[in-house]
C-alpha cells in the first residue's frame, strides 16, 4: 500500500496531527510524520514534496497554522493529492489559515479540510487510497455503518429519556 506523508508547519501543531494518525492507524495505512514548514525551511518542505512519488507516498497532508502555505508550497511541487488542514494557531481563530489553505489557484489544487480537521484529512487520504484497494474500501464501510451505529445509540437513548 502506498504510504501517506504527514507535515507539520511546527510541533505546536501535532495535537491536530495526532487526530490524524489515530485515524491512520486504526485503518493500518502506513505513514510518515515530519516538521517543514513553507517560511523557517522552504528547502526540506519542497525536496519531500519534488521526491514523495518516488519514495512511495500515495497522498500527503499539510498542517499548517496563521498564514498557512504550507499545503499549497506542497501541492506546487507534486501532482500527487495534498489535504490541507487549516490550524488554529492564532489570535483570528483559524480564519487565517482556512483562508491561506483554501483559496489556491487554478492549476494547484489542494483539498482543505475543516480548521483542525485531522481526522477528516486522513479519512480523505484512505478514500484516495482506496479507489484502487478493495481491502481498505472494506474497512471504510464498516466504519462508516459503526459510527452511524454508535448516533442511532445515542438516538435511542436521548429518545427514551422524554
Ligand atoms: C505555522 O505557524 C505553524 O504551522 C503553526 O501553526 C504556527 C505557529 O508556529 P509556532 O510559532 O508555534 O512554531 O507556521
Known sequence: MKKVGIIMGSDSDLPIVTKATDTLKALEIPFEVHVYSAHRTPVEARDFAVNARKNGFGAIIAAAGMAAHLAGAIAANTTLPVIGIPCKSSNLDGIDA?????????????????????????????????????????KLDA??????AKVLEKDAAISASF
Request: charged share 15%; glycine share 6%; proline share 4%.
Open 143 to 148: 466504519k462508516r455503518a459503526s459510527d452511524a
Open 98 to 138: 482556512l483562508l491561506s489553505t483554501v483559496q489556491m489557484p487554478t492549476g494547484i489544487p489542494v483539498a482543505t479540510v475543516a480548521i483542525n480537521g485531522g481526522a477528516n484529512a486522513a479519512l480523505l487520504c484512505a478514500q484516495i487510497l482506496a479507489v484502487e484497494d478493495k481491502e481498505l474500501a472494506a
